[in-house]
């Protein structure tokens, strides 16, 4: 007989798969934790309380078995354990194909009644069976009730796999039902139109073929459904240091990389996503070694500054109004001249001998007519109208030249190979750019 400290608190045999809860450090079985946890649920509890009684509620997403712990009683005590996995051994599998405490997500609205309980997308782990059709899920958001309902296999689907980025490392699994952004310009159809730019937000709904992510974007034309592949998109919210996806920036003193200069202070840029947990990646307008790629910087290097951002629009727009107003000043003679050119009298009949001539106006004699009948002031006739005017349309062509050219900027990036897939090649993303990784340099010191 093991000693009482190696006995299940629940079931008060020896510890089958033992799982530590982390709020009094008490070891339970793992299947008598879940057998506790689907009855508090069925109770109606939200989260199941601690069963050593210390009070606490604690996560149905129970923590892993403790693996030493495991290795321990079946090493000094391999009988008992042999035994209790044989009791163990005649448990009905889950229908549908789940597992036990296995991550799923709803695969539609769940409606009970004529109300819906739980949305499309929404997450949660598979409990057990229910009668000999429904599995028995705990939703992690739900509508109505407490989010443990009985519902159809059918009525789920498995939780995204885990990924890994394109330089092997794991990245964090994403889920059905998540908040995300697009990481870049997501484009669709070839010629390849931007479909969802760069910042827009959305929600997984589902996996895809090929590894891929079933996004559903609201973008400001309508929501639209795309698969993307895990580095297109980025969880929403707040990034390091309170930045977002897709913010416009300012760096806020100058930044080096080991001795170069690379960006000034003030410059502004984008905030195109993490680079590391300490880091952020930037594009900005100007570097000042003349290279067109994004720096990694930690966030204390920029700041958010909405007033340069406007002032950088009204800026653009004054310069391009008081340009076109200084040019029609100066070109003013030119046109003074040209209009009396038009209207000159070409056509002249000399009564005496009844031929009539034909005159043509030349610039300089129309200018020197002008000069002479007017003086210097007779060139700048009319001016005034004719600067107001085009001092107004500059004002506004100048910022449609620079929309231009972000427009032009954007279209220089380098675009990625179109991947062909075979059903509704519609709802395909052909790669707009390459690897995030491409466009981001290293920058140490
Ligand atoms: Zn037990
Ligand atoms: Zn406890």
């Known amino acids: 007989m093991a000693p009482v400290e ?49 009070g606490k509620k604690i996560d149905y997403r129970l923590p892993q078995t403790s693996k030493v712990l495991r290795q321990l009683l079946e090493s000094s005590h391999s009988a008992e354990i042999a035994e209790r996995r044989g009791e163990a051994e005649d448990v009905t599998p889950l229908l549908g194909g789940f597992e036990a405490w296995q991550e799923v997500a709803a695969a539609r609205d769940i409606v009970v009644g004529d109300q819906v309980y739980v949305s499309f997308g929404t997450s949660g782990v598979v409990l057990c069976n229910h009668e ?12 109505h009730g407490t989010g443990t309902l009985n519902v159809f296999p059918a009525q789920l689907m498995p939780q995204l796999p885990r990924s890994r980025s394109a330089c092997g490392s794991e990245q964090r699994a994403l889920q059905i ?33 090929e590894g891929r992510i079933e996004v559903l974007f609201t973008s400001s034309s309508g929501p639209k459904r795309l698969n993307v592949q895990r580095f297109e998109i980025e969880t929403a919210g707040e990034l390091l240091g309170g930045f977002r996806m897709a913010q416009q920036v300012k760096a806020c003193r100058d930044i080096y990389a080991e001795a170069i200069l690379l960006v000034e202070s003030g410059t502004l840029g984008q ?62 003679p030119f046109d003074v001249v040209k209009t009396r050119m038009q209207i000159h009298c070409m056509v002249t009949s000399d009564a005496k001998s009844g031929y009539r001539y034909f005159k043509v106006a030349r610039v300089g004699k129309t200018f020197r007519e002008t000069m002479a ?26 910022p449609l ?6 427009l032009s900027n954007d279209a220089d990036r380098p675009l990625r190979h179109p991947l062909i897939l075979g059903e509704d090649p519609g709802r395909t993303i052909v790669h707009p750019r390459s690897t995030r990784d491409m466009f981001i340099e290293v920058k140490t010191g």
């Not at 000999?132 to 509508?143: A, G, Q, Y």
């Not at 730019?197 to 895809?208: D, Q, R």
């Not at 007017?374 to 100048?398: D, K, P």
């Open 6 to 54: 190696w006995l299940c608190e629940l079931c008060t045999e020896i510890l089958l798969d033992p799982v530590t809860l982390p709020c009094c450090g008490e070891s339970f079985c793992q299947e008598c934790l879940r057998q506790w946890t689907i009855t508090k649920l069925e109770d109606g509890a939200q989260r199941p309380r601690c069963p050593a009684g210390c």
């Open 132 to 143: 000999t059709t429904h599995v028995k899920v705990k939703f992690d958001s739900v509508l």
């Open 177 to 209: 039902g998540e908040a995300v952004v697009a990481a870049l310009n997501l484009t669709t159809g070839e010629p390849p139109v931007v479909a969802v730019p760069f910042g827009t937000p959305g929600t997984i709904v589902g996996a895809a073929v």
């Open 271 to 332: 905030v195109l996503g993490e680079y590391s947990d300490t880091r952020l990646v930037v594009r900005f307008e100007r570097r000042m070694d003349g290279s067109e790629q994004a720096v990694n910087l930690g966030p204390g290097e920029i700041e958010f500054d909405r007033k340069a951002m406007q002032q950088r629009a009204m800026t653009c727009a004054a310069i391009s109004g008081v340009c076109a107003a200084g040019s029609a000043l100066v070109t003013q």
């Open 373 to 398: 009948m007017a003086g210097w002031r007779g060139l700048w006739v009319g001016s005034m109208a004719r600067v107001v005017q085009m001092g107004l349309s500059g004002l506004l062509i100048g």
């Open 401 to 406: 030249f620079e929309y231009a050219e972000l």
